[in-house]
């Protein structure tokens, strides 16, 4: 009897357990059991995901649209945001969408014409979040300490206290 317990209890927790965004996969049940998360078989170790989602639906990450000029040809795919690469698995790079070109490849200061995704977030924080990507040219990026400056921290004028001062 308590083996059974066991048993089932362990069934449950597997059931309940839910993939994350940009986690690997090999199909769809990997990514979610009641089908709210499909897997990307075509992205290296496969890649959990939303397809078809809206701005600001995702369920972690970001909505992403991709291949959006001509517009017949948009797809848009829930993708992991991140930092940096140490947040992405050993076959992605943390890039912008802006940084995708036609080719599949990371370039900087891409023209908007060569570009093939953008994030469709009204959410600040995620529409201008940076994505977990396989690009083809993974082995040539320059280290993240090349490609993107530090942020620098917003520095605010002695004295001045955005509004909040009654007077008092």
């Given at each position: 009897m308590r083996g059974m317990t066991a048993a089932l209890l362990a069934l449950l927790a597997m059931a309940?357990?839910?993939?994350?965004?940009?986690?690997?996969?090999?199909?769809?049940?990997?990514?979610?059991?009641?089908?709210?998360?499909?897997?990307?078989?075509?992205?290296?170790?496969?890649?959990?995901t939303v397809f078809s989602c809206d701005p600001d639906t995702c369920p972690q990450g970001a909505?992403?649209?991709?291949?959006?000029?001509?517009?017949?040809?948009?797809?848009?795919?829930?993708?992991?945001?991140?930092?940096?690469?140490?947040?992405?698995?050993?076959?992605?790079?943390?890039?912008?969408?802006?940084?995708v070109n036609r080719d599949g490849e990371w370039e900087a200061d891409l023209a908007p014409e060569d570009r093939v995704a953008r994030v469709?977030?009204?959410?600040?924080?995620r529409a201008t979040s940076r994505i977990c990507v396989a690009v083809s040219n993974f082995e040539t990026i320059p280290p993240e300490s090349e490609r993107y400056a530090p942020t620098e921290a917003l520095s605010v004028e002695p004295g001045v206290d955005g509004g909040l001062d009654d007077g008092l």
């Open positions: 309940g357990c839910r993939m994350n965004i940009g986690d690997s996969c090999g199909g769809s049940a990997d990514c979610s059991i009641t089908g709210e998360r499909q897997c990307d078989l075509t992205q290296p170790g496969g890649y959990c909505c992403v649209e991709w291949r959006f000029i001509p517009s017949r040809t948009a797809e848009t795919w829930c993708m992991k945001t991140c930092e940096a690469d140490s947040w992405c698995r050993r076959e992605y790079r943390c890039v912008f969408p802006e940084e469709t977030d009204l959410n600040q924080g």
